[in-house]
């Protein structure tokens, strides 16, 4: 007689089939155990050892228990001022992956020069302080074109030395097609680390990666000084994370913060949450007030310039 894990699991996998034939999301299921979830094609079932917890429960329960670590993860920048923040949301997710597997592995960047001189180098004081990141844990690597970063993205996916891998890129490139992230998400897979593919300014397309973050900066709340927030101080870091791609949920909306002491996350409800858009505008309007540039002092009379004559130099 059949044991009853393989009674379970044998059950599973008819209601996988069933619902393969019916056209319906095997991931929807209920997995066979608290702690397991199917992985979209195979009959590979992940468990709770395979995922990445964020440490905040919303998120994680619309993940399934936590991130993929041996997959493909997309992280989106509306715009490309938004660059901070997505670096700074990967670069928390690599702090919390390098703090969980407790191994000495390095975390390697790449990207374009064009790339790190418009959104800037990571800082490796401010990381190390913020992330718990050490200097001689990350590694960089600048290519002069998207297509060379690429390549030097996919050799990389497939080394188990690496703690993670992230390539950052602006815009979407052409080479940066479905194949190209098929050949990443594959490699990450069968090295068993995590990929992240941080772009900014890029419109969403079709690709192999089973996550899509886009992340914005949040308004920083009030730092917090014996229990009471303390005014007009600034408070960590926050993001306002949308989880655009998922298959396990519909898309979730969240802001975090992001706590360097204790390297964790922090779920921070907001009323924008619900679908609103962020209350805090780029640059407040004027409200039945004097035009600041009429009110401008002092005026340059342009009228009353005399230039100099035909050939003279002034």
Known sequence: MATPAVAR????????????????????????????????????????????????????????????????????????????????????????LMKQAGANRPLL???????????????????????????????????????????????????????????????????????????????????????????HSAQAGPTAAPLRFVVAPAPAAPRHILGRPLAGSIGPPGFTVTLAKNRLAPPTRLVLEWNPDALSFEHRPALFEDGMQDPVALVSLSRHGADMAAAARPRMAYGMLRFPAAGRQP
Do not use: C, Y
């Open 9 to 96: 699991d044998t059950v599973f996998a008819l209601r996988r089939e069933i619902a393969r034939i019916e056209g319906r999301l095997a991931e929807r299921l209920a997995p066979p155990g608290d702690d397991a979830v199917v992985v979209r094609g195979s009959g590979r079932v992940l468990g709770a050892a395979d995922r990445l917890a964020t440490g905040v429960p919303t998120l994680d329960a619309a993940l399934g228990g936590g991130l993929p670590r041996a997959a493909l993860t997309e992280v989106h920048g509306r715009q490309m001022r938004d660059a901070g923040a997505g670096a700074g949301f990967v670069l928390a997710l690599a702090a919390l």
């Open 109 to 199: 960047w790449i990207g374009t020069g064009g790339m790190f001189a418009e959104a800037g180098l990571p800082h490796l004081h401010g990381i190390a302080r913020l992330f718990g990141i050490a200097a001689g844990s990350l590694l960089f690597a600048e290519a002069p074109k998207p297509v060379d970063a690429l390549w030097i993205a996919e050799e990389a996916a497939a080394l188990k030395s690496l703690a993670a891998v992230v390539l950052e890129l602006p815009g979407n490139p052409q080479r940066l097609d479905l194949d190209a992230t098929r050949r990443l998400h594959r490699r990450a897979a069968l090295a068993g680390r995590p990929f992240f593919l941080l772009r």
